[in-house]
């Protein structure tokens, strides 16, 4: 049995697996040779990731198709645990799907985000937790973003909602450490996935005075991810992501911060920056 598969059982979960980051974790731990349980909205993509990774790995792959803000998430939930020891979870999904002034967004879609990344990792770590620190191993990932570094305009609420996961793993490493299951904040910077591509990003463009984003790729996340559990609390993904939270950590001045966040974010989505003083 391999160190990996020692440490973290047979099973993983990834809760927004069919594409991105996701799918990238979701290829990694299958060719550790876990078997895998699969969650996002549409199952027929689903459906065709499984396919790839039973053929290419070996493994027993189960997918479900779960809106992660629904309602009964915590029934769902139990019925996975029923049948299944999860070791290793990844909760992956939570991105904006775009920039909008807080104002413009609907109520609806503001609290469906905080659903997504507030709820939902706060039940999956209720219902998967107890059983790792039982068996004094396991594993828990949640994906933050460097959005979470600093309040911005056009992502208010993802940005707090993103706050929220790196803290909540934060807390959850110093809780668990001495239980041997391991907590990682996985913070990611600007990366191509479907998701972001679709939700209108630019990423040729930089902001003036700024440099140019060049986006990670899916793969490399996850892979930092992986190499990093374990090993520390959070993790800021790629060398220019972490000298960018480097800077925004060190600025005194908090203004100039959330104006730095508030113009990429706008450059990024093409859109003017709307409160430059
Ligand atoms: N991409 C970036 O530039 C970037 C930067 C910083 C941080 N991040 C973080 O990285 C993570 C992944 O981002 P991503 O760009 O790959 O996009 P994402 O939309 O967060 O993730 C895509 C995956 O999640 C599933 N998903 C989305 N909403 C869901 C819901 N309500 N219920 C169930 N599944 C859901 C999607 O499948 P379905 O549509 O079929 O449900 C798909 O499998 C997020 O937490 C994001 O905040 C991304």
Not at 36 to 52: F, G, S, T, W
Not at 56 to 65: F, L, T
């Amino acid at each position: 049995m391999s160190e990996f598969i020692e440490q973290y059982g047979e099973w993983a979960l990834v809760a927004g697996a069919s594409e991105g980051i996701g799918k990238s974790f979701a290829n990694r731990l299958a060719a550790r040779g876990m078997n895998l349980v699969l969650l996002a909205r549409r199952v027929e993509v689903l459906a065709q990731v499984k396919a790839e990774l039973e053929a290419a790995h070996g493994v027993e792959v189960v997918v479900r198709a779960v809106d992660l803000t629904a309602p009964d998430l915590a029934d769902t939930l139990a019925d996975i645990a029923a049948q299944h020891d999860i070791g290793l979870l990844v909760y992956n999904a939570g991105a904006a799907h775009g920039a909008a002034t807080f104002m413009s967004e609907t109520t609806e879609n503001l609290l469906s985000l905080v659903h997504l990344n507030c709820t939902g990792p706060i039940l999956m770590v209720k219902q998967f937790a107890g059983p790792m620190l039982a068996r004094k191993r396991g594993g828990i990932i949640l994906l933050s973003s460097l959005s979470a570094l600093s309040g911005g305009a056009y992502i208010a609420t993802y940005a707090a909602t993103k706050a929220f996961d790196m803290i909540l793993a934060e807390g959850l490493w110093d809780e668990m450490r001495g239980s041997n299951v391991h907590v990682l904040g996985l913070v990611a910077g600007a990366t191509s996935t479907p998701a972001m591509l679709k939700s209108g990003v630019v990423f040729a463009q930089g902001a003036e005075g700024q440099e140019q984003i060049t986006p990670m790729t899916s793969d490399q996340v996850a892979d930092e991810g992986l190499a990093n559990l374990g090993k520390k609390p959070m993790h800021i993904a790629g060398e220019k992501n972490f000298a960018a939270a480097v800077a925004l950590r060190s600025a005194a001045d908090r203004v100039q911060t959330i104006q730095y966040m508030g113009t990429a974010t706008a450059s990024l989505f093409g859109k003017p920056y709307p409160t430059k003083d």
